[in-house]
């Protein structure tokens, strides 16, 4: 079970940080990541990492957002810097199992489980 935490209302300009914790199984090979569905958008992925330590970005948030995961905790934390307008969205936590992400964040795949979503809107 994935719980997302730290959306809101978050003035532009601001560095909120989104929280996602997996109480599930803990697989030594994993992807995990961020995925954002902005108004009358689809769902798409932003920020992924997976246990061979690759980190992958959208080219649209690149150098603003920074992914950590803390394994004691089973817990992954999405840093946004610089809030901008083109971020407001409903963002997900997702991951999976026994696969490592793509080599791009287009080839993340398809994810097996979910958070039910966490609202940012910036104001």
């Known amino acids: 079970q994935l719980v997302e935490s730290g959306g809101g209302s978050v003035t532009a300009g601001r560095s909120p940080r989104l929280s996602c914790t997996d109480s599930g199984y803990t697989y030594s090979t994993y992807c995990m990541g961020w995925f954002r569905q902005a108004p009358g958008k689809e769902r798409e992925a932003v920020a992924a990492l997976d246990s061979d330590g690759r980190t992958n970005f959208a080219d649209s948030v690149r150098g603003r957002y920074r992914l950590t995961r803390d394994n004691r905790k089973n817990t992954l934390t999405l840093q946004i810097d610089n809030l901008k307008p083109e971020d407001t969205g409903t963002y997900y936590c997702?991951?999976?199992?026994?696969?490592?992400?793509?080599?791009?964040?287009?080839?993340?795949?398809?994810?097996?489980?979910w958070g039910q979503g966490t609202q940012v809107t910036v104001s």
């Open positions: 997702a991951t999976r199992g026994g696969f490592v992400c793509g080599p791009s964040i287009a080839h993340t795949g398809r994810m097996e489980y």
